[in-house]
């Protein structure tokens, strides 16, 4: 275990699994049999953050289309079957995602706290042999409200609490790839990594730590941001975009 850091949660799409595309994918395909067209800078600018329910809700209401909460089940278990076959094809780890994970598990616990479904997150790690380094997984549906609410890493932090006694917000970290992914870790109380891989640093607010992907982060990178006793805003004209 650390001598300061206690726990990463990781965000799972964008930031282990480079899957964002084939989610735009499977939501053009859906909603495109319903006569609504999404642009990938719709989606990038507008719903990325947000798990299944909420893009085909906020979609409908954008557009002006009303959805029923069964009608929107239903066009999330027909975006489900569509990237299955997308995901089929493997190769959708993020560069040095699975060498991270196992060296952050053999330090601390590791956990997920993710809009995907848990199906699809299971599956991705099960293939990929990383199912064994997580304690748990927080998915879509496990609780009330999704990200940007706080409540994922909140839910992810209290199991975490359950299994490992007594930790620390301040001294737990959430790898993220987008402002509403941080915004609902901060409101966690954790501290904040964000990755490159969907935005760039400039649209990535309130990450104390900014980096290109898991493969240019490191421990020692974690234990130096939790010791901080103040947290620190990065500076952008540093990190670049």
């Known amino acids: 275990m650390s001598a300061a850091l206690q726990a990463i949660v990781f965000d799972f799409d964008g930031v282990i699994a480079d899957s964002e595309p084939l989610h735009l994918r499977a939501f053009q395909h859906t909603l495109s049999n319903h006569g609504v067209t999404l642009t990938p800078e719709d989606y990038y600018r507008s719903y990325l953050g947000y798990d299944d329910v909420g893009v085909f809700a906020h979609v409908s209401h954008d ?125 966690a109380g954790l501290r904040c990594v964000g990755v490159t891989n969907s935005y760039p640093a400039s649209e990535l607010p309130g990450a104390e730590l900014i980096v290109s992907g898991l493969n240019a982060l490191t421990i020692p990178m974690l234990e130096d941001l939790v010791t901080r006793s103040v947290r620190l805003q990065p500076d952008l004209g540093e990190i670049g975009a």
């Not at 076959?85 to 991270?100: H, I, K, S």
């Not at 053999?106 to 991705?124: L, N």
């Open 63 to 187: 557009r002006g289309v009303a959805l029923t909460t069964d009608q929107i089940a239903e066009l999330v278990a027909e975006k489900g079957a569509y990237i299955q076959q997308l995901l089929g094809a493997g190769g959708v780890l993020f560069a040095g995602a699975a060498e991270f994970i196992r060296q952050a598990a053999a330090t601390v616990p590791v956990a997920i706290a993710s809009g995907a479904q848990r199906h699809e997150i299971e599956e991705i790690l099960e293939a990929t042999g990383l199912r064994g380094h997580f304690s748990l997984i927080v998915a879509a549906g496990d609780t009330v409200r999704g990200k940007p609410s706080p409540d994922p890493y909140a839910r992810a932090f209290e199991l975490l609490q359950r299994s490992n006694g007594a930790l620390a917000t301040s001294r737990c970290v959430a790898i993220e790839d987008s402002r509403w992914g941080l915004e609902s870790a901060l409101g």
